[in-house]
């Protein structure tokens, strides 16, 4: 049996508005249904929620579609994998226990049909973003997270959710318009890592809100480029990867 493998980004689920969001999330939650009947598989690559925090007894309200839809697809034999992103790197157990999905926090190296993946969010790679990958290291940092926790989770999400507007407002989509490869940084990494691992035939992350196919040039001449893909996103451009037949295909 060939694999069917889907990949997609992004959805920012509570973003701007509720009303918008649940907009965006019937449309996510009917090609989620589309799509499971041909899936092997879905890998989530993360910003499935503008913000998510679990508290020991309380999770952020909204995308009860969502996560009944994939606790569904769970049950029904397909494996979904969860990709944590920079609005969502907080889950400590509860996406694994109730929904049963697969949680992966560093990109994951996959095989399928013969075409060998590196998979992940994509937040954090590559040169430079000097100011983020500090912010990074204080979102990861036990303390920080024990101090939130403190907070009544009223006031925790309307914090993170104030920081999370004035993010999109000052970094646009994580990187601005597509000018050429070296300016794209997890291009930019793509090529560093295929230096390490030159068996790598794509790199499919999301993050950058923005659908790419690109080449990596292969370290060694004479071999077939690599591709790096970016999936874009759900909040503008509605788009996904899939793997079929050992084939990767962005579509837009």
């Known amino acids: ?33 589309e799509i499971k009947s041909s899936a092997t598989e879905i890998h989530l690559l993360g910003d499935m ?16 579609r969502l996560l009944g839809t994939l ?22 157990g ?17 095989e399928w049909d013969s075409l060998k993946c590196m998979v992940g969010h994509g937040d954090g790679l590559g040169p430079g973003d000097l100011s983020y990958k500090f912010l990074k290291r204080l979102y990861e940092n036990k303390i920080c ?3 939130l926790k403190f907070l009544h989770p009223d006031i925790g999400i309307s914090l993170a959710q104030y920081f999370s507007r004035n993010s999109r407002a000052a970094g646009g989509r994580s990187g601005g318009e597509y000018i050429n490869d070296s300016k794209e ?10 230096k390490k691992k030159p068996s790598v035939n794509c790199f499919i992350f999301g993050h950058r ?40 295909t962005l579509h837009k």
Do not use: Q
């Not at 689920?13 to 449309?27: F, I, Q, V």
């Not at 569904?72 to 889950?91: E, R």
């Open 185 to 194: 940084l997890l291009h930019r990494y793509c090529v560093s890592e295929l």
């Open 145 to 147: 997270i024990t101090l």
């Open 94 to 110: 509860y996406l694994e226990k109730e929904l049963g999905v697969l949680v992966h926090r560093k990109p994951i190296i996959v």
């Open 1 to 33: 049996m060939s694999n069917k493998v889907y990949f997609v980004s992004d959805l920012h689920l509570g973003s701007p508005d509720l009303e918008s969001s649940k907009e965006r999330e019937l449309k996510f939650v009917a090609w989620l249904e």
């Open 71 to 92: 606790a569904s697809i769970v049950d029904s034999g397909i494996p979904v994998h969860y990709h944590v992103g920079n609005h969502d790197l907080w889950t400590f």
């Open 49 to 64: 929620f503008d913000f998510w925090f679990e508290y020991k007894h309380v999770v952020p309200k909204g995308g009860a």
């Open 209 to 248: 809100h923005l659908p790419l196919d690109l080449e990596v040039p292969h370290p060694f001449s004479n071999d077939k480029p690599a591709r790096y893909i970016n999936t874009g996103d759900w909040v503008t451009h509605f788009s996904h990867a899939c793997i079929e037949d050992g084939k990767l």
